[in-house]
């Protein structure tokens, strides 16, 4: 039995959401490697996944996974947002 279009888009979102987590993940772990680069693509395209579906809270953790990496931050674009439009403090 199929659910309503809402529910099936909530859970479409919900996948999508957690994919942009596990290329963060990911991206921590390439950075371990020492795999920058390949570590800086997956951060922006979490990031871009996060700008996509408006989640303040993932934009938050993309921000703070490159906090330290400062190239890493300037290759995704990631930055602490006030909010999921993209203005910054």
């Given at each position: 039995?199929?659910?309503t279009p809402?529910?099936?888009?909530?859970d479409t979102e919900r996948v999508v959401r957690a994919a942009a987590?596990?290329?963060?993940d990911y991206?921590?772990?390439?950075?371990?490697?020492?795999?920058?680069?390949?570590?800086?693509a997956a951060a922006d395209e979490a990031t871009a996944i996060a700008v996509q579906l408006r989640c303040q809270p993932l934009l938050d953790r993309a921000a703070d996974a490159t906090q330290s990496e400062a190239h890493i931050t300037a290759a995704a674009g990631a930055r602490r947002r006030t909010r999921a439009t993209g203005t910054r403090p």
């Open positions: 039995m199929r659910g809402a529910a099936t888009e909530r987590h596990g290329l963060l991206a921590q772990q390439l950075t371990r490697l020492d795999e920058m680069e390949a570590a800086a």
